[in-house]
């Protein structure tokens, strides 16, 4: 996973949601934000603490988990 350290989980944070390293910044929400059209300069006006990179990290933690996923079979 190519995040570059900037998504952590740790079940002492946010219930051990991936987030941003070092916020309470979870990676579904910045997922969901951009979902709804935020663009990433909104994000990045809304929450100070977060970059650029942390934003395509997210992203790229996301892609990687549904990489992940196994596919239902088709019947």
């Known amino acids: 996973m190519a995040t570059n350290g900037r998504v952590e989980i740790n079940p002492k944070i946010m219930m051990g949601k991936p987030v941003i390293r070092g916020t309470r910044i ?5 997922l969901r934000k951009l979902g709804e059209g935020a663009s990433e300069a909104d994000l990045l006006d ?3 603490n977060l970059t650029l990179e942390d934003i395509r990290a997210a992203m790229l933690f996301a892609a990687d ?3 992940h996923q196994e ?3 088709a019947e």
């Open 26 to 30: 979870p990676v579904e929400l910045v």
């Open 46 to 48: 809304a929450y100070p």
């Open 65 to 67: 988990a549904m990489g």
């Open 71 to 73: 596919t239902a079979d």
